[in-house]
T-cell receptor, first 112, second 109 residues
Framework: DVKVTQSSRYLVKRTGEKVFLECVQDMDHENMFWYRQDPGLGLRLIYFSYDVKMKEKGDIPEGYSVSREKKERFSLILESASTNQTSMYLC???????????FGDGTRLSIL | AQRVTQPEKLLSVFKGAPVELKCNYSYSGSPELFWYVQYSRQRLQLLLRHISRESIKGFTADLNKGETSFHLKKPFAQEEDSAMYYCALSGQGAQKLVFGQGTRLTINP
């Protein structure tokens, strides 16, 4: 069974901090994604990666960056956290970019 | 541009009643469409995709290209169907999915 593991379920940080959200998958999938999930807005794609060291901007990349040094790990970085980045962050992986079968549990991030 | 609209944020029906969750899309080519579900305290998971033409947990969804819709239906709702449902679209050759805003379905006993 595919497992997508996000390092933290809950995280509280302060405005201006640099924040790292980690995601690891164990099925050798090429494609990995970061979404944020907000009530009334659904899931919005922040960044995705279709190979090691490759990254593509999603629909809302501002204020975020990503890192994919190894195939199994995809990190989301908030360069300088702001209160409007308080949200649920979901990581996903897939062998095909256009179908997402496997999500992590999510990280609920609060920026104070 | 690809867009998915779920017009109902909240939907409440009684157990045993029929359920229809609406999804409309905007895309000029041939889309792939999906329904995802998130039960309370569980991961988001794929429920069904239109190309499979399958019924999962009693749910079906038919792609209507004329009306650009992909509504999710179930003839008799059960309490365990209470969840958040998202419709999603992928365009031809696309590298990503576009999600709708989601509908929270509550089944009342």
């Amino acid at each position: 069974d595919v497992k997508v593991t996000q390092s933290s379920r809950y995280l509280v940080k302060r405005t201006g901090e640099k924040v790292f959200l980690e995601c690891v998958q164990d099925m050798d999938h090429e494609n990995m994604f970061w979404y944020r999930q907000d009530p009334g807005l659904g899931l919005r794609l922040i960044y995705f990666s279709y190979d090691v060291k490759m990254k593509e901007k999603g629909d809302i990349p501002e204020g975020y960056s990503v890192s994919r040094e190894k195939k199994e790990r995809f990190s989301l970085i908030l360069e300088s956290a702001s209160t409007n980045q308080t949200s649920m962050y979901l990581c996903a992986s897939s062998p095909r970019p256009s179908t997402l079968g496997h999500f992590g549990d999510g990280t609920r991030l609060s920026i104070l | 541009a690809q867009r998915v609209t779920q017009p109902e944020k909240l939907l409440s029906v009684f157990k045993g009643a029929p359920v229809e969750l609406k999804c409309n899309y905007s895309y000029s080519g041939s889309p792939e469409l999906f329904w995802y579900v998130q039960y309370s305290r569980q991961r988001l998971q794929l429920l069904l995709r239109h190309i499979s033409r399958e019924s999962i947990k009693g749910f079906t969804a038919d792609l209507n290209k004329g009306e650009t819709s992909f509504h999710l239906k179930k003839p008799f709702a059960q309490e365990e169907d209470s969840a958040m449902y998202y419709c999603a679209l992928s365009g031809q050759g696309a590298q990503k999915l576009v999600f709708g805003q989601g509908t929270r379905l509550t089944i009342n006993p």
